[in-house]
């Protein structure tokens, strides 16, 4: 398990990243109305504002890696 920080230029940044870069995540956000959209982006930027500093995005991360040898 390794823990670090994930950054981003903002949330709009991290947001445009997890819906253009992330084939489900485009697909399901793309089936959203407009109003569906902006809430999400809403919800999503709401939740992530305590890891914005000075207009950056940065949160913590754990990340499980697994190796496996013959």
């Known amino acids: ?3 670090g920080t994930s950054r981003f230029a903002s949330i709009g940044s991290f947001l445009d990243g997890m819906t253009l870069g992330s084939p489900s995540t485009r697909h399901a956000v793309g089936r959203l109305s407009e109003s569906g959209r902006v809430a999400f ?3 999503v930027g709401a939740a992530l504002e305590r890891y914005v500093r000075d ?10 890696v697994v190796v496996a040898r013959p």
């Open 41 to 43: 982006e809403k919800d």
């Open 1 to 3: 398990t390794e823990d």
């Open 55 to 64: 207009g950056r995005l940065e949160y913590p991360m754990r990340t499980h």
